[in-house]
């Protein structure tokens, strides 16, 4: 089946700093590449989505010069937190839709990879 | 605007039991619907997805989902349920390429 991997699993990080999380398609190409945002005990948020060699298309209300996305290849997709504060801290989930698809009409599954925690101090 | 509603926050069922979860949409066209389970800290796994056909889905892990349009229903089912299946789950639809999820229903299960 299609795996999707998230790195790093968690991160610590302090007020300030930067931190990129990286999203990989281990076993297929992903031309689009998607970021959620879940809060503890909340549903998942989309943020941004992201098309290889093309610039990320945001939600309204997500940041774009603090969320940095980057789908610089079709199997890599990521996310740069850049002067993270700690109301940054959230659980990060990427998901990945396969190139071509597979059901021929309107939706191509994604695949979740299994998140990241950041927790900003 | 497109939405999914999760009415139950939180369920407690004991092992064994059955087990319903109620999720409403709203969208104009043909939804294509989803249920996803998550562990504590873990990504999202697929259960099962409505796409077209029949309405009654069956998923992984014993689970079913039963498509409803006149009630934009999409309720995931399971006869007997195991300690294992403690977890959130979410009901979603999609929107073209995007996904709108419910708010989840965290399942608690007792022995």
């Known amino acids: 089946g299609a795996v999707v991997s998230q790195h790093p699993s968690r991160v610590i990080c302090k007020s300030g700093t930067s931190v990129k999380i990286e999203c990989r398609s281990l076993d297929f190409q992903a031309t689009t590449m998607f970021w959620y945002r879940q809060f503890p005990k909340q549903s998942l948020m989309l943020m941004a989505t992201s098309n290889e060699g093309s610039k990320a298309t945001y939600e309204q209300g997500v940041e774009k010069d603090k969320f940095l996305i980057n789908h610089a290849s079709l199997t890599l997709s990521t996310l740069t937190v850049t002067s993270a504060h700690p109301e940054d801290s959230s659980f990060y989930i990427c998901s990945a839709r396969a190139t071509g698809g597979n059901t021929g009409g309107l939706y191509n599954e994604q695949f979740f990879g299994p998140g990241t925690r950041l927790t900003v101090l | 605007a497109q939405s999914v509603t999760q009415p139950d926050i939180h369920i407690t069922v004991s092992e064994g039991a059955s087990l319903e979860l109620r999720c409403n949409y709203s969208?104009?066209?043909?939804?294509?619907l989803f249920w996803y389970v998550q562990s504590p800290g873990q990504g999202l796994q697929l259960l099962l997805k409505?796409?077209?056909?029949?309405?009654l889905v069956q998923g992984i892990k014993g689970f079913e989902a039963e498509f409803k349009r006149s009630q934009s229903s999409f309720n995931l089912r399971k006869p007997s349920v195991h300690w294992s299946d403690a977890a959130e789950y979410f009901c979603?639809?999609?929107?073209?390429?995007?996904?709108?999820f419910g708010t989840g229903t965290r399942l608690q299960v007792f022995p």
């Open positions: 969208y104009g066209a043909t939804p294509y």
């Open positions: 409505y796409f077209s056909g029949d309405t």
């Open positions: 979603a639809v999609a929107n073209t390429d995007k996904l709108i």
